[in-house]
C-alpha cells in the first residue's frame, strides 16, 4: 500500500530534516522532487502545479526559513498541504435515522469492485447496528446476481433479487422489500461497462430516478490513478455523486487517484477497500493516508487496530489483576493469544513506513510467540494459575509436550517473573500502570517487550 510514493517522500524529508538551516535553494530543490514525486504518483497536473506554487510560497516565509528547527517546519507544511488535498476531515455516509429506510446506489465501471464493496459496506453497517439488504440490480453480467447473493449470505445479509433483465423494476421492488422486511439500509448494486457508455448512464439514470437514493457512490478502483479520476468526474457531471469509494488501495503503490480525486471532483473519498476480505473495507481517514504518504507511520492506524482486539473491560480486569499481583501464566497466554488475533505482526508492522523496511531485513520472529503459547498450553490449568508448582520434571515434560527444550520453558518461566514484578512495582504507581495498559492495548513494541 502506497509503498512507491512513500519511499520517495521518505527520502526527500531524511535529506531536509534536522538541517539546522535551509535555504531557498533547499526548498526548490525539495519542491522540484516532490513535483516529480506526484507526477510518477499519477496525480493530475494541474493539481500537482497549485500543490508545488503553494508549497513554495508558505515555504520560503519566514516561518521557514528563521525557524530553529526548518526541516521540521518544511515537513509540516507539505503534510498538512496534502491534508487538505485528500480532504480536510473525514466525511460519514449521510443516513436516515434508524427507523426509515436509506438508500445507497452503487455505481462504477466493470471489475472496479462495486459487488465486494456492497458486501464490505453492508457488513460494515450491520456491525456499526444498523439493519441492512442488499439489492441485485446487475441484470448484466452473468453470475452477478450470484456473486452478490453469495456474498450476502456468508454475512448474512439478505439480498433481493428477480429473474428479468428491467434494473429499474429490481430497484423499486426491492424497495417494498426493505420496507417489508423492516430493513433500514438499502444498498443497491447495478451494472457497470468496461468503459463509460450511454447504455449504462441511461440505466443507472433510471434507477437513480425511480429510487431517489440517500447516497450516490461511486465504486472506482485506485489502482487506475488518473483515470479513477477522470471516471469519477464524468458520473459526477452525467449523475450527480455523493462520494466515493476506492478500491483495491492494497495494491495501489502510488496513491495518485486518492491524492487527485477530491480537488478534482470536490466528492469525498468515504471508504477504501484495502483488500479481497469482506472486513478489508476502510473509513477513510484524510490525515492519516497523509501520514502514511509521507513516511509518518500510521500510529493511530495502529493502534485503533490493537484496540479492536483487547477490549476495555478486559483491560480493566488485567489492571486489576496486576494491582493485586495476580497476574498468571494463563493470562499472559490470553494476552499472546490476542496478538494472534490482531493479524500478523508483519501487516502490523506495515502501517509503521519506518519500520516496516527495516522489519523486511530482519525477518520478524513470531515463531517466538507461538512457542509461547504452545508452552503454555502445555501446561495444567493448577500450573498455569501457579506457577510455583512447576518443577524440574514437570518442566521436561512441558518441553516435550510444546515441542521446545526445557533452556525455553525455563526462559519464559523467568521473563513471566519479571514481569510480574514489574507489574508489582507499577501497581503501586497509578500513572505508570495506565500507561502500562495503553502499551498493552495499543502498541505492540510495548507488549513485546513486556514478555
Ligand atoms: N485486492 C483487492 N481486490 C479487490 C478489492 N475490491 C474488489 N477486489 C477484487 O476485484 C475484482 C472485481 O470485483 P467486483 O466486486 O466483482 O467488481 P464489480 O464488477 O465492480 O462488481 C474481484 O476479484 C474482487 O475480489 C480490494 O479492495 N482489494
Ligand atoms: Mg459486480
Redesign the pocket.
Known sequence: MLEKITNTFSDIFKAMSGKSKISEKNIEDAVEQIKIALLEADVNLRVVRRFVNSTIEEAKGEKVLRSVDPGQQFIKIVHDKLVALLGDEKKDLQLKGPDTLSIIL?V?????????????LANKLKKDGRRPCLAAC?LV?PA?VE??CVLGNRIDVPVYKEDTKDAVKVAKNAVSFAKKGGYNTLIV?T??RLQIDDDMMAEIAAVKKALNPDEMIL?A??MTGQSAVDVAKTFDEALGLTGVI??????DARGGAAISLKSVTGKPILY?????KIE??EVFHPDRIASRILGMGDVVSLVEKAQETIDQQEAEKLAKKMASNEFTLQDMLDQLQRVKKMGSMESLMQMIPGLSSQMANQDIDTSELKAQEAIILSMTKKERANHLIIGPSRRKRIAKGSGTCVADVNRLLKQFEKTRLMMKKMSRNKGMQQQMMQQMGGNMSGFNGMF
Open positions: 452503487f462504477g465501471l466493470q471489475g472496479a469492485g462495486k459487488t465486494t464493496a456492497a458486501a464490505k446487475d453480467r452477478a456473486q452478490l448494486d451494472a457497470g465504486v478502483d485506485s476506492l478500491t483495491k488501495f492494497d495494491s477504501i477497500g484495502t483488500g479481497e478489508d473495507l
